[in-house]
């Protein structure tokens, strides 16, 4: 017989713990004091228990190495002393609403006082609403929608639905993709860092030039010839942590072309770049074609409880039919998510957000026209659609810079996962006029210091 071991604490202190930790979950203000310990408290909770890296690795955070996140409202949070920042981060395409859009924080409020999570057993109403409407939303045929929780879920999703109704077993995707780090999703992600620890991953993987469509169509000529056509090829509209890569306008015509040619499934990753972000409802709309697949995460939740989705076509999903249950997780689409997800769409089609992307754009591209010519040998490029823009500088350790600089003066912004010369502005879509001028002045400052330090 094994030894019993006993517990690593008395159950009377965790419970004392947890008693504490709700306390702070219910208060808005805490005293010097309490704010003091609570910080130790976090501090010593990430370096023991989440990853102290994370304390070290923070491509955002200014001189405050324990900035710590405690309420946040519209295009706004602020941290535990109380410093309100203009988020211009956006949780990288998570907040589109905005922070606690009232609409969509009282509609989740009115499902969980009703029933949160479902039997996953008798039929939920909410999975069928919010599958209606993004049905009746999407561009073409897609018409059947898998709920998930997040952007990487939703990726696998599309992956099974691919192979599904195709019987392929080989996928094209696209170097500088990010597809999410599951081990499906992280097989079409590009960057070596993320996939050399895990290889082999999905055998039959390639990828090929982003925005190379006369590559793409000798590559798709190739794997036919030997005998490898793909499930899939999946792309992103606008690459977003490759660096808001904005491909030639007839990359995506041309995908659909190849598609319908082969019969391969053309899967759109609109986690990031979806829901209005480029001002329009989903990415793929500017090219005017209609995917096979359609992913969508972040910011289908309503900026409030994770939700993912994979929508597909009849001919894409009906492989499901016979066995609902041949691809299922308990609590994707639950009824709090999907609320959420109905709030969002109501929000984004009632408040123009698309329009508001569109206006944002401008005034945000006319301000960094002006800080491109200012700073010249420091910011070298600006690009994207809507509010899916980056600032590209010299090098990444500038770039960097320049982040920590305007965080220190309480603007949020961040790097890609490529690197730091890329600098993405990715707001809610809401955020006001006033915060775009206060953040292009944030930027012109922050740039004027670096630019100092580095080249006068
Ligand atoms: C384009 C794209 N696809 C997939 C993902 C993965 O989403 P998640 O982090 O929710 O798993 C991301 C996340 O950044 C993304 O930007």
Not at 11 to 39: G, H, N, P, S
Not at 224 to 244: R, T, W
Request: aromatic fraction near 10%; proline fraction near 5%.
């Amino acid at each position: 017989m094994g030894e019993i071991k006993m517990p690593r604490k008395n159950f009377d202190e965790v419970l004392k713990y947890t008693e504490y930790a709700m306390r702070t979950t219910a208060q808005k203000e805490m005293t010097a004091k309490e704010k003091e310990f609570f910080i130790n408290e976090t501090r010593h909770n990430f370096n023991n228990h989440i990853n102290p890296g994370f304390l070290e690795y923070r491509k955002s955070a200014g001189d405050d190495e324990m900035a710590m996140e405690w309420m946040a409202n519209g295009d706004t949070f602020t941290d535990l002393h109380g410093k309100e920042y203009i988020d211009c981060l956006g949780g990288f395409g998570s907040f589109n609403c905005g922070h606690r859009h009232p609409i969509i924080v009282k509609n989740v409020m009115n499902q969980l006082e009703k029933q949160p999570l479902s039997s996953a057993e008798l039929i939920d109403a909410n999975r069928g609403l919010l599958a209606r409407i993004i049905a009746d939303v999407t561009p073409g045929d897609l018409q059947y929608t898998f709920f998930t929780s997040s952007g990487t879920e939703a990726m696998e999703s599309g992956l099974k639905m691919a192979t599904l109704a195709t019987g392929r077993h080989y996928y094209v995707a696209f170097k500088g993709d990010f597809h999410g780090k599951t081990m499906g999703a992280l097989s079409m992600t590009s960057k070596a860092h993320y996939r050399e620890p895990f290889l082999p991953l999905l055998q039959g993987t390639r990828h090929a030039p982003f925005g190379d469509l006369e590559y793409l169509k000798k590559l798709i000529d190739i794997m036919e010839y030997v005998g490898e056509l793909p499930a899939a090829i999946i792309y992103e509209p606008i690459q977003g942590e490759g660096g808001v890569i904005v491909p030639p306008d007839d990359f995506i015509p041309g995908i659909r072309e190849i598609c319908i040619k082969y019969d391969i499934m053309m899967v759109a990753d609109e986690i990031q770049v979806g829901m209005g972000r480029t001002g329009y409802l989903f990415a793929t709309d500017y090219s005017d074609v209609a995917p096979d697949i359609l992913c969508l995460g972040k910011s289908i939740s309503g900026s409030v409880i994770p939700l993912s989705a994979c929508v597909c076509t009849e001919r894409a999903f009906r492989g499901m039919f016979p066995d609902p249950l041949l691809h299922s997780t308990t609590t994707g689409g639950n009824p709090i998510a999907t609320a959420a997800g109905i709030a969002a769409f109501n929000v984004i089609l009632s408040e123009d957000l698309c329009g508001k992307a569109q206006k944002g754009e401008k005034i945000f591209k006319e301000g960094m026209g002006v800080l491109l010519k200012k700073y010249p040998k420091l910011f070298v490029d600006f690009r994207g659609r809507g509010l899916m823009l980056a600032m590209e500088f010299c090098d990444g350790d500038k770039g960097y810079e320049v982040v920590h600089e305007a965080f220190n003066r309480r603007l949020l912004l961040s790097g890609s996962l490529i690197n730091a010369r890329t600098i993405r502005i990715e707001p809610p879509l809401n955020i006001t006029e006033a915060h775009i001028k206060e953040a292009i002045e944030i930027l012109n400052v922050s740039m004027g210091i670096v630019y100092n330090r580095h080249f006068n």
